[in-house]
Structures are given as structure tokens and as C-alpha cells.
């Protein structure tokens, strides 16, 4: 049975291109080539596809030995490498969300435990109308490059919105209620601010997905 590496060597044979021309094409360094020829390594997805199309053979071709059987050692690798992939993903979203809420957990303990009445206006400044933002954004600008959730990502300016809204409501909402022992409403615009920041940084890193795409 064939090995992805020899298929590649006989479809690069077969087109009639030598490794540096085959590897210039693909944007690799011939090493690589070479590599992905002798087994030392295996070739992304990506590149097979481009190698199928720069070598004008088809993917079920090139991914099957002659009596039609998949590749085993290759097919393995690529459910390795896709398990690989999704972990780190997974690992990713989850430092993200938790450095978010650090960053906001952090802002309201500030409020309660270091900041005085003569220190609002500086807090509200720096804190409300500066870092959370700042967060927000380069948060949403990540989750777009790397298109974490997809099209759900989208679902992540509002929640920003909400979040900056409770951060007020948390903090001087609730300070002005336990003064005068009145309840007060959350104010709906503060969820405005945030979420368009947010769109912002999610269009921003969506771009920059989709142009590395096209590299």
C-alpha cells in the first residue's frame, strides 16, 4: 500500500514539475516538499489542496492507493492534527472569556474596596469608559481573527454590551441605591458603548481572518 508521500512524489512526477517548482507554486521552502515526500512528515489538509490542484489530480486520487483504500497513516494523522486543533480552540475560547471576566471582576472589587467618592469620577473615566472597552475590544477583535463560534461570534456584542451595563449597575447604580434606599432601573443605553465596540473589533478581526485566508 502507498504512503501519502510516495503519491505526492507521483503526482508531482506526473505533472512534470521538480520539487523547488512544485514547492515555489505552493509558497513552502523545497526542505518541506521534500519532507512530505520521504514521510518525514505530513502535509496539512491545506496544502493537499493545493498540491490536487497545482498537480491537476483529484483529492480522491491523491488521498488513495490504486485499489481505492484511504491512506490510513494520513487519514489518522489528519484526525490527530483535527483533535489537536479543536483542543487548542477550546483552550483558547476559555482563556479569553476568563481573562474578560478577570479583567471585569477586578474593575467592580476595585470599586467597592478602593475607590472613594472623590475617586468616581477618576474610576468611571479610567475604568468604565477606558479598560473595559480597551478589553472589549481586543477581545472581539481575537475572537474574529480566529473565528471562534463562527457565525455565533456575532452574539458576542450584545453580551459585551450587557456585561459594560452591569459593570455600572454593579457599581455606582447600586451605590446610589444603598445611599438614598431607593431601587434604580439599569440604564439600557450603557449597553450601547460596548456593543458597538465590540462589532467593531469582531469586523476588524473577521477582515484580517479572511484576508490570511487568501494568502
Not at 103 to 123: E, K, N, P, R, T
Request: hydrophobic share 50%.
Amino acid at each position: 500500500m502507498m504512503d501519502i508521500g510516495a503519491k505526492l512524489r507521483e503526482a508531482r512526477l506526473a505533472a512534470q514539475l521538480t520539487q523547488e517548482q512544485a514547492a515555489e507554486d505552493l509558497g513552502i521552502s523545497r526542505q518541506t516538499m521534500s519532507n512530505w515526500e520521504n514521510g518525514k512528515t505530513y502535509p496539512d489538509i491545506v496544502s493537499v489542496i493545493k498540491m490536487s490542484d497545482l498537480y491537476a489530480i483529484s483529492l480522491d486520487c491523491l488521498l488513495k492507493d490504486p485499489q481505492k483504500a484511504a491512506l490510513p497513516d494520513y487519514i489518522n494523522y489528519l484526525k490527530e492534527s483535527t483533535n489537536t486543533s479543536n483542543s487548542r480552540s477550546r483552550l483558547s475560547k476559555i482563556i479569553l472569556v476568563a481573562m474578560y471576566l478577570g479583567i471585569w471582576s477586578f474593575a467592580l472589587i476595585v470599586f467597592w474596596c478602593f475607590i472613594s467618592g472623590s475617586d468616581a469620577m477618576g474610576y468611571s473615566l479610567v475604568v468604565l469608559w477606558f479598560i473595559l472597552p480597551m478589553a472589549t475590544l481586543v477581545i472581539s477583535l481575537l475572537i474574529g481573527k480566529n473565528d471562534f463560534w463562527r457565525q455565533r461570534k456575532w452574539l458576542a456584542a450584545p453580551v459585551f454590551g450587557v456585561m459594560h451595563m452591569l459593570a455600572e449597575y454593579l457599581t455606582f447604580s447600586t451605590a446610589n441605591m444603598l445611599a438614598f434606599d431607593k431601587i434604580n432601573a439599569p440604564q439600557l443605553w450603557m449597553l450601547l458603548p460596548c456593543a458597538a465596540v465590540s462589532a467593531l473589533g469582531l469586523w476588524i478581526g473577521t477582515v484580517v481572518n479572511r484576508k490570511n485566508a487568501e494568502k
